[in-house]
């Protein structure tokens, strides 16, 4: 394995609370050493001057498609689209075909990945078997095979007693419960934010409330068995009130949001793009400002995409008919970039959230750049601008609502393990 030399960087490593201008040099799929004028010689040299070089981001809410859906993505297509946007470690979720409840199907997720993902996997398995929400999974066993944590995702796990023996058992083995927590009853038929803009575009809503309830359960659920709730993408202000209560009584909660919810609201939909539809809703102007507040004050304590790919077949069509869902890992950061230029949080901060928390929800020996921790980095130029052409793009899918706009930040290299994989200006560097 060969050296890299990463010079003339601004270093942000939010493990060590570090911020400054140094080169960082890779031996032997480790960090090697952080300083000023490293020894070029013998090593693959990135010039970083302009550039941030952090900890790859550890992304916890992915959906890979791999098995069972391979039209929309695979481990490999979405491996190559997660090092584009500067994930070295990304966590499936289980809603695959077959479902990820059987340790053989976890094990076909991880050798997959070993041969076809230059970014890391890490399989998170159901919480209840065939995600239908009564019986549990052997998690144990799940976990032995490589499951980091359970979760029964866009399946929301509506009955409570069933919901409470899983957050038992997790506290047992030491893993998250992750929940998409909206009331399936209260959602019923709706696709966009209860309010103004369903009423404007005649389409049937989805109340802010369907999350918070669920959310208030789960809450109090984890309290009395002292398992570790992880809330995924938050979208209301209620939601992420109720979170810092929560915290605030000694709770084990952790909670997640994501780019599109931080920056979007529900008048995205009012052209009827089938591509601002996904689950949770885009929410009202008020909810997204609670939810970048939430993360500023680590509420919510990292951003995760919900990266959901569909075919083109399956999003062009009504709203009301078309699955929920956008990309989400090639413009994840520019995306949230956005929160750093308006002074509402700070560049290492906003790596906090996008690699060390995440990877500390998980346990993860990742999200540091420590001499002697595995490189796996990521540079970042933060005022590069491009146009986002999903067509282009590394996934196989193309639904996003950012597609045809400027961006800028962009993800310039990504390194895992040591071996650089991806080059914005050349490509991918694996097979």
Not at 262 to 268: G, H, I, M, R, S
Not at 296 to 313: E, F, K, Q, R
């Amino acid at each position: 394995m060969g050296r890299i030399l990463i010079r003339g960087g601004r270093i942000l490593d939010p493990a060590a609370s570090r911020d400054e201008v140094a080169d960082v040099l890779i031996e032997d799929g480790k960090i090697a050493a952080i300083g000023a004028g490293l020894d070029a010689s013998g090593t693959t040299a990135i010039d970083a001057a302009g550039c941030w070089v952090a900890p790859g981001f550890v992304d916890l809410h992915t959906h890979l498609r791999e098995p069972g859906q391979e039209y929309k993505e695979d481990i490999a297509s979405g491996g190559r689209s997660a090092v584009a946007g500067g994930f070295t470690t990304v966590c499936c979720m289980a809603n695959t075909h077959p479902v990820n409840d059987d340790p053989a199907v976890t094990d076909y997720i991880l050798d997959r990945a070993r041969q076809d993902s230059p970014a890391r996997v890490l399989p998170i398995a159901a919480a209840t078997r065939g995600l239908e929400g009564r019986v549990m999974t052997e998690m144990s066993a799940l976990q032995k095979a490589g499951a980091v944590a359970f979760s029964d995702d866009g399946r929301t796990l509506m009955d409570g007693a069933v919901m409470r023996r899983v957050l038992e058992y997790a506290r047992m083995i030491g893993a998250p419960v992750s929940v998409h927590a909206e009331d399936r009853h209260l959602v019923g038929q709706g696709v966009v934010n209860e309010g103004a803009v369903s009423t404007r575009l005649g389409l049937p809503g989805s109340p802010a409330a369907a999350e918070t309830v669920l959310v208030a359960r789960d809450l109090l659920l984890a309290e009395l068995t002292g398992g570790h709730l992880h809330v995924a993408h938050v979208s209301t202000a209620g939601s992420v009130d109720l979170i810092r209560a929560a915290r605030e009584r000694g709770v084990h909660v952790t909670a997640e949001v994501t780019p599109h919810h931080l920056t979007l609201t529900d008048e995205a939909a009012l052209g009827y793009d089938t591509n601002t539809k996904m689950a949770p809703p885009l929410r009202s102007a008020s909810d997204v400002r609670a939810c970048r507040q939430g993360l500023v004050d680590g509420v919510l304590d990292a951003i995760a995409t919900d990266h959901a790919p569909h075919a083109p077949h399956e999003k062009d069509v009504e709203f009301t008919a078309a699955p929920p869902g956008v990309l989400g890992f090639e413009t994840a950061f520019p995306v949230v970039m956005d929160l750093v230029r308006t002074g509402e949080i700070t560049p290492l901060e906003l790596m906090r959230r996008l690699s060390t928390t995440p990877a500390r929800i998980l346990r993860l020996r990742s999200g540091t750049l420590a001499v002697g921790a595995e490189a796996d980095v990521v540079v970042l130029d933060p005022d590069r601008e491009w146009v986002y052409d999903p067509m282009k793009g590394w996934s196989k899918s193309h639904n996003s609502p950012w597609a045809g706009k400027t961006m800028r930040g962009r993800a310039v290299a990504t390194i895992v393990a040591g071996r650089l994989v991806y080059d914005a200006d050349r490509g991918m560097l694996v097979p």
